[in-house]
């Protein structure tokens, strides 16, 4: 069942605004609605009453793909929630999940913004700085993931979100990971894995975990973002390697303005040895470091998450 705008969940709790597009959506198992929170609208106008509405779809489905689905739907609500407390900036905020009419629904922060994917198609190339600190935000958020015995598994360009932010009262961006189905427990034993071939390391996809994984494939969206180019598959790699061909075209062929510093950068993150990738800390620290104005923001941090987990208790009233 498709919601319309006006229509209201959880005895009038929250309005539906407008069903997102696919891309600002979940695309293939879900549905993404923008909506208002009354009840935070009534209780605390200092806080953002505007939410995302993730619903999982049962049309057009076979039972045993719906099954699929809603394990993947409930292992994403479990992880944000275990990611709430305290939560990152960097991280996409948990508010509540329900069930109603039988259809479950898993509400999470509105991000207003595009993902890297549209704002590259948009825009080409970003700016050389730019470009380091959206990544070097995400490797933040990924460290804080890695920090509660999880790995993401699904890090690429669509699963980024920039989006708007204030410091010191202007407009600046943010990067905000989304996307937490795929997520690993070091307890969890599955070898389910759906991603981007370019974007993940083949060997990842034997079940191991391993939160170098992460690191391989964030480094890949930097190559992303650098060159505005899809970054060679993994096992692509190893044939040509085996030929003795280059097996990843140099950052320089797309963009020469990359020093070759910040190419080796990008190539340390992505080895196709698995034991030769770095912790996400060491790789980070490869880097330029983020624009000046992001410590500011970053020294506020421990401000937001207060604030988020203040919302996160309401919705828990």
């Known amino acids: 069942m498709t919601l319309s705008e006006g229509d209201n969940l959880k005895s009038g709790k929250y309005t539906i605004l407008e069903k997102l597009p696919k891309e600002e959506g979940e695309g293939g198992y879900g549905v993404v609605y923008k909506a208002r929170d009354n009840y935070l609208n009534d209780r605390d106008n200092s806080l953002n009453d505007i939410v995302a509405i993730k619903s999982l779809k049962k049309e057009e489905v076979t039972p045993q793909k719906y099954k699929d689905n809603l394990e993947r739907f409930k292992r994403e609500k479990d992880t944000l929630k ?142 992303y973002t650098l060159t505005n180019e899809d970054p060679t598959r993994s096992e692509e790699r190893e044939r040509r390697r085996s030929r003795k061909e280059t097996d990843l075209p140099p950052i320089k062929t797309h963009n020469k303005k990359i020093k070759k510093n910040v190419q080796k950068a990008v190539y340390k993150g992505m080895p196709l040895e698995p034991e030769k990738i770095p912790s996400m800390k060491d790789w980070l620290n490869l880097l330029p470091k983020p624009l000046p104005w992001r410590w500011q923001q970053l020294t506020k941090v421990a401000q937001a998450t207060v604030k988020n987990l203040n919302r996160f208790l309401r919705h828990m009233l």
């Open 82 to 223: 275990k990611l709430q407390s305290p939560g990152h900036p960097n991280i996409v905020k948990y508010y509540e999940y329900f069930e109603e009419n039988e259809i479950h629904y898993l509400v999470i922060e509105f991000l207003d913004g595009n993902n890297l994917s549209k704002l590259l198609e948009e825009k080409g190339k970003l700016k050389y700085q730019l470009a380091f600190d959206y990544i070097y935000q995400i490797g933040l958020g990924l460290k804080y993931v890695h920090g509660k015995n999880l790995v993401h598994r699904d890090v690429h360009p669509k699963n980024i979100m920039i989006v708007k932010t204030k410091v010191k009262n202007k407009q600046k961006t943010r990067a905000v990971l989304i996307d937490f189905g795929n997520v690993k427990y070091r307890e969890l034993i599955t070898s389910l894995h759906i991603s981007i071939p370019h974007y993940t390391h083949h060997k990842q996809r034997d079940g191991d975990f391993d939160p170098k994984f992460d690191v391989y494939s964030l480094a890949a969206c930097l190559y």
